[in-house]
């Protein structure tokens, strides 16, 4: 019970500091602009973008190329929703849909834990 909490605290935490930023306007984008904000939001050197008071936003600063190799995981923790049946979900964001909703199982946990995004 109390790692099902934290798993959902720690996507939260992701999912709030992405709304800092852009004020939850990701209903408003084409794909093409929610990748290019996605990419933005996980890559950026500090100062290159700023929360939607105007402050320069630190982020996350990966590495292009990790980012890249990672791209469909890292976004689905904002961008979770109705993600099953999306061609570009792999087995893995399955299994985190599994993991932060309702089916946190062992097998479940110990392929989420294993990967290097987590």
Known sequence: MLLKKVLRDFRAHVKEEFHKVYEKKEWYWSDETRRQKDKLFFTALP??????????YVGYQFPEEFYERNEVVLTSLIHLKNRKGDEHVTEFVDVMIDVLGSK??????SIFFRNEVI
């Open 104 to 109: 946190p199982n062992q097998k479940n946990l």
């Open 47 to 56: 100062k290159a973008i700023k929360d939607s008071r105007g402050y320069p």
